[in-house]
Every structure is written in structure tokens, then in C-alpha cells.
């Protein structure tokens, strides 16, 4: 069997996550990439991606292109995402799926009309410990889910003159931190307890309502600070920092803070659950332990081992305990799953479809919703 050839539309941090991930896929080819012409050349060479273009629209009417990896601001998504599926190529996508849920649902149909592979990309359920820890809480280990609470917290917008695409609506969407890095934590706590968010109620603050944008591409400034006049004030309108009441399907509770601008957290998903026979707590930050709380008898601390997981977290383990895995294996372990099955090999769908796109945004604009009215909003 050849290789599946792919191609991947955006090489900013992410994209070039997706190209290093999916050559470590021995039956995959990275055949082309796309970004802006400006950086093309230098970022594919680097790459060593001999194909590469500044018109995305050569890598979705390529013909010898199987599927298409969408790693682009939040605003191309939809229109990337739809002339691929018309022309037949399978698509991974970033997260959010769109900036509106009515653009979403259609691309849910498209894919199901034309019967094709769809993805999105929440990797975050692709630790080892998280598949362990879903697979104790579906046999019961836990018991009944009580509360589910935790955070997703960055530092790389803590200063007014950290600046980034995400922050102009026109390009992101309407929700900056919760849409972007909140949409990880919720998908992941759904994946994990296996109960669906029934009603939220939100508090957001955007602590810097004035940005500094740089005049000029900030690279051209390494190793030198930038002067008053390099920057044009801008008004923010999104969030930095939001708090998340949430109530489950199953009667349990929960609470989610994410921030943007919380000093000395580089990237860090906290989720911690409390069961009636057990708790369970995760870091991302060390990602190979799993805390497991007791009340008569004492805690435990399961280290990433194959030989101590479960059949259907093994499937996720490359290396034998003591060697650690971490983010770029999420990358690998979720391409995995979603090339297996474009190639048949498996026929189960064991990843996060559009179907995840969608519920995201659906949670997004629902919380937009209760920050707004400052009342409960059912989903």
C-alpha cells in the first residue's frame, strides 16, 4: 500500500506541530504545504517539504492530496474546510471547528453527505493517563460523578503589549480564551466522565480593554525593545480571563476557570474529579502521573506504564514506563486514529469528528450568552 499523501494549510506553532507528528505516521506522506507568501519558502525549507505554495486552493484541487490538515486562523476554517470536503479530500481541523455554529453544522453535513473522514483537533485526550483515567470512571472505579473542576491557564498574553491574530474578533470569532484554549478543557471533561454540560453560567473580564499592537513584525525586533511609536493602541473586546459554572447531564457539578494572563502558567490544563468511591487529579504539566484520592486508605500515584494500564490506553503508548511522553505524542496518537481510518485499517471511529467541533461552539456560544445576560444558559 502507498502512503497517504497529505497536506497542511498554515505553519504557524500548530501547523508545524501537525508536520512533525504526522511523519512519525510511517504510512503517511507530508506531500505539500500552504501559508502566506512572505514565509512559504523559508518555513517549508526548514521543513524539508519540497511541494509548497502561498495559494491554499493548489493543495485542496491537488489530486494526488488525500487529506487536508487545516491549521489556519479561526475565520479560513470553514471556507478551507468546505472546498476541501467538495473536492474530496478528508480533513483534520483545528479547533474551533468555525466561528459559528450554523457554519459548523454544515460542515457536519457535508461530511456526512460525501462520506468522508472529519477531525478536529482536540488532542488533549490523547495522554495515556486520560484514556486510563475515562475507561476508571466508565467501570465504576470512581463511582458516581459529584464534581468536576480544574483550569487551563497561559501567560502569553499577560502584558498589554502581547500581541497575537487571536485577539481581533474579525479573525478569532467573538470568544478569545474560552473559545480557545477553554474548548480543550470542556471537550476533555466530557470525554472523560462520558456525561454531556446542561447548563452554564459565566463571568468573563478582560483585564487589558487596550492592546499594543506592534507596527512591525515583532521578529524584526529580537534582542530589541520597541519604542512608544511602534505600536498602534488597539480596543480589545474579548476575553482574557472567565470563570464557568457548569451542571452535567448526571447531576453532577462543576467549575472551569481559564486565563490568558496568569503570570508563570506557560500552559497548564488542571482537571480533578470527585467521585463517590474515589477522586482523580491531572496536570498537563506532568502528564505521565494520575493522583487517585481515598478517604480510608492512602492515595495513589499511577505513573504512565503500559504494563499497569488498561488494553485501550496501551493503544496510545508508544515508549515503556520511564519514558516519558508528552504534547507531540497527543499529535501522533489522535493522526493515529484518524488515518487508520481513512486506510481502512480500522473502522470504528475512535476520535474527536466535527460532531466535537460543533459541540464546542455550540458550549462557546452558550457561555458568550450566560456572560452576557449574567444568568444561566441551557444548553
Same mark, same amino acid.
Given at each position: 500500500m502507498g502512503k497517504i499523501k497529505t497536506g497542511v494549510i498554515g505553519l504557524g506553532f500548530i501547523g508545524i506541530a501537525h508536520v512533525e507528528a504526522l511523519r512519525r505516521l510511517n504510512f503517511v506522506e507530508v506531500y505539500a504545504v500552504a501559508d502566506d507568501a512572505s514565509v512559504i519558502e523559508s518555513k517549508a525549507q526548514k521543513l524539508g517539504v519540497e511541494k509548497y505554495y502561498s495559494d491554499y486552493k493548489k493543495i485542496i484541487n491537488n489530486p494526488a492530496i488525500d487529506c487536508v490538515h487545516i491549521c489556519t486562523p479561526n475565520n479560513l476554517h470553514y471556507t478551507m474546510a468546505k472546498e476541501a470536503l467538495n473536492a474530496g479530500k478528508h480533513v483534520v481541523?483545528? !479547533?474551533?471547528?468555525?466561528?459559528?455554529?450554523? =457554519?459548523?453544522? =454544515?460542515?457536519? !453535513?457535508?461530511?456526512? #453527505? !460525501? !462520506?468522508?473522514?472529519?477531525?478536529?483537533?482536540?488532542?488533549?485526550r490523547f495522554y495515556p493517563l486520560i484514556h486510563q483515567l475515562k475507561c476508571a470512571i466508565k467501570n465504576g472505579e470512581l463511582g458516581d460523578i459529584f464534581s468536576v473542576h480544574g483550569s487551563y491557564l497561559q501567560d502569553w498574553l499577560f502584558y498589554p503589549t502581547d500581541y497575537n491574530w487571536r485577539l481581533e474578533t474579525e479573525l478569532s470569532g467573538d470568544s478569545r480564551a474560552v473559545a480557545d484554549i477553554g474548548s480543550h478543557?470542556? #471537550?476533555l471533561a466530557e470525554f472523560v466522565i462520558g456525561q454531556q454540560i446542561t447548563e452554564v453560567m459565566a463571568d468573563f473580564a478582560t483585564f487589558h480593554p487596550i492592546r499594543k499592537k506592534p507596527l512591525i513584525s515583532v521578529e524584526t525586533y529580537t534582542g530589541k525593545l520597541l519604542t512608544h511609536e511602534d505600536y498602534q493602541e488597539v480596543p480589545i473586546s474579548t476575553e482574557d480571563y472567565a470563570t464557568i459554572l457548569i451542571r452535567f447531564n448526571n447531576g453532577g457539578h462543576g467549575v472551569l476557570t481559564v486565563s490568558q494572563v496568569f503570570a508563570g502558567k506557560k500552559n497548564q490544563i488542571n482537571l480533578e474529579i470527585a467521585g463517590s468511591k474515589k477522586s482523580a487529579s491531572w496536570f498537563s504539566e506532568r502528564p505521565n502521573e494520575l493522583w487517585l484520592g481515598s478517604r480510608d486508605s492512602a492515595n495513589e500515584l499511577l505513573l504512565k506504564d503500559p504494563s499497569l494500564l488498561g488494553a485501550e490506553s496501551c493503544e496510545i503508548v508508544s515508549f515503556p514506563g520511564g519514558h516519558n511522553e508528552g504534547f507531540p505524542d497527543t499529535f501522533k496518537q489522535l493522526f493515529v486514529k484518524i488515518?487508520?481510518?481513512?486506510?481502512?485499517?480500522k473502522t470504528g471511529i475512535e476520535y474527536p469528528t466535527f460532531e466535537a467541533g460543533l459541540r464546542e461552539i455550540r458550549l462557546c456560544e452558550k457561555i458568550i450568552q450566560s456572560n452576557q445576560t449574567k444568568s444561566w444558559i441551557k444548553i
Amino acid at each position: 500500500m502507498g502512503k497517504i499523501k497529505t497536506g497542511v494549510i498554515g505553519l504557524g506553532f500548530i501547523g508545524i506541530a501537525h508536520v512533525e507528528a504526522l511523519r512519525r505516521l510511517n504510512f503517511v506522506e507530508v506531500y505539500a504545504v500552504a501559508d502566506d507568501a512572505s514565509v512559504i519558502e523559508s518555513k517549508a525549507q526548514k521543513l524539508g517539504v519540497e511541494k509548497y505554495y502561498s495559494d491554499y486552493k493548489k493543495i485542496i484541487n491537488n489530486p494526488a492530496i488525500d487529506c487536508v490538515h487545516i491549521c489556519t486562523p479561526n475565520n479560513l476554517h470553514y471556507t478551507m474546510a468546505k472546498e476541501a470536503l467538495n473536492a474530496g479530500k478528508h480533513v483534520v481541523c483545528e !479547533k474551533p471547528l468555525t466561528t459559528r455554529s450554523a =457554519e459548523a453544522e =454544515e460542515l457536519v !453535513k457535508l461530511a456526512a #453527505d !460525501k !462520506k468522508l473522514v472529519n477531525a478536529t483537533n482536540f488532542n488533549v485526550r490523547f495522554y495515556p493517563l486520560i484514556h486510563q483515567l475515562k475507561c476508571a470512571i466508565k467501570n465504576g472505579e470512581l463511582g458516581d460523578i459529584f464534581s468536576v473542576h480544574g483550569s487551563y491557564l497561559q501567560d502569553w498574553l499577560f502584558y498589554p503589549t502581547d500581541y497575537n491574530w487571536r485577539l481581533e474578533t474579525e479573525l478569532s470569532g467573538d470568544s478569545r480564551a474560552v473559545a480557545d484554549i477553554g474548548s480543550h478543557w470542556m #471537550d476533555l471533561a466530557e470525554f472523560v466522565i462520558g456525561q454531556q454540560i446542561t447548563e452554564v453560567m459565566a463571568d468573563f473580564a478582560t483585564f487589558h480593554p487596550i492592546r499594543k499592537k506592534p507596527l512591525i513584525s515583532v521578529e524584526t525586533y529580537t534582542g530589541k525593545l520597541l519604542t512608544h511609536e511602534d505600536y498602534q493602541e488597539v480596543p480589545i473586546s474579548t476575553e482574557d480571563y472567565a470563570t464557568i459554572l457548569i451542571r452535567f447531564n448526571n447531576g453532577g457539578h462543576g467549575v472551569l476557570t481559564v486565563s490568558q494572563v496568569f503570570a508563570g502558567k506557560k500552559n497548564q490544563i488542571n482537571l480533578e474529579i470527585a467521585g463517590s468511591k474515589k477522586s482523580a487529579s491531572w496536570f498537563s504539566e506532568r502528564p505521565n502521573e494520575l493522583w487517585l484520592g481515598s478517604r480510608d486508605s492512602a492515595n495513589e500515584l499511577l505513573l504512565k506504564d503500559p504494563s499497569l494500564l488498561g488494553a485501550e490506553s496501551c493503544e496510545i503508548v508508544s515508549f515503556p514506563g520511564g519514558h516519558n511522553e508528552g504534547f507531540p505524542d497527543t499529535f501522533k496518537q489522535l493522526f493515529v486514529k484518524i488515518y487508520s481510518r481513512i486506510t481502512g485499517i480500522k473502522t470504528g471511529i475512535e476520535y474527536p469528528t466535527f460532531e466535537a467541533g460543533l459541540r464546542e461552539i455550540r458550549l462557546c456560544e452558550k457561555i458568550i450568552q450566560s456572560n452576557q445576560t449574567k444568568s444561566w444558559i441551557k444548553i
